[in-house]
């Protein structure tokens, strides 16, 4: 595959609470996530997140809290990965998410995972409601992990599931003023439209969701 750089615009990395701090593969991350372990703000309580601002590569990384590491399954991290897009609710763009091979699931287990809490649970329908702004949304997701392994179909096939759920989800908000047979039939083949995703290697990293 082609070597592309990425810049995302945040960095998940999931953190157990066995653990002080979560892996980085970069040590003067590393340095930063330990000092504030040792100050008492990392905690890997399930849903818990953390956000770390820092200058040069990824402006933002955010330490997502997955609970106890014996009872991690595919549930506590689409939570984590729901909590993470929330607290990006002000950010949106690219988010990436470091696969974990310490985790008891596998590479594809964590990817999908990671996909349908960030896509279903970034689901917001502030669009319908005039007192609130819609928030700014996760344009694409971006794995990290040891090795592929099918990981990039897994998360993309993932990701096209959610994103017609979410359609679904807006028929069901709209009102009916605005959904018309005639808008519902539009917005039918509109739909199929979808854009596809590529796949690009760093460091085997998957490229799993654009909107």
């Known amino acids: 595959m082609e070597e592309v750089?990425?810049?995302?615009?945040?960095l998940a990395l999931p953190l157990t609470e066995d653990d002080s701090t979560p892996r980085s593969n970069d040590a003067q991350l590393d340095g930063k996530l330990k000092q504030l372990a040792d100050d008492?703000?990392?905690?890997?309580?399930?849903?818990?997140?953390?956000?770390?601002?820092?200058?040069?590569?990824?402006?933002?990384?955010?330490?997502?809290?997955?609970?106890?590491?014996?009872?991690v399954d595919a549930d506590a991290i689409r939570t984590a990965a729901s909590a993470v897009v929330r607290r990006l609710r002000d950010v949106g763009g690219t988010l990436a998410w470091l696969l974990d091979d310490s985790l008891p699931l596998s590479f594809g287990e964590q990817a999908r995972a990671v996909v349908e809490g960030a896509v279903l649970g970034g689901y917001s329908p502030a669009r319908w409601k005039t007192e609130e702004q819609p928030r700014k949304p996760i344009e694409k997701i971006v794995l990290f992990a040891a090795e592929q392994n099918g990981v990039a179909e897994t998360a993309r096939r993932t990701a096209r599931v959610g994103k017609w759920v979410n359609w679904a989800r807006d028929l069901a908000n709209s009102p009916p003023n605005e959904l018309t047979p005639?808008?519902?039939?539009?917005?039918?083949?509109?739909?199929?439209?979808?854009?596809s995703v590529q796949s690009s290697r760093t460091r085997s990293t998957s490229s799993a969701w654009e909107r």
């Open 40 to 71: 008492g703000e990392l905690r890997g309580e399930l849903g818990k997140t953390v956000v770390l601002h820092r200058d040069g590569g990824t402006s933002r990384v955010v330490a997502a809290g997955v609970g106890k590491r014996a009872d």
């Open 182 to 195: 005639a808008d519902l039939a539009r917005r039918s083949w509109a739909a199929r439209g979808c854009r």
């Open 5 to 10: 750089e990425i810049e995302p615009d945040a």
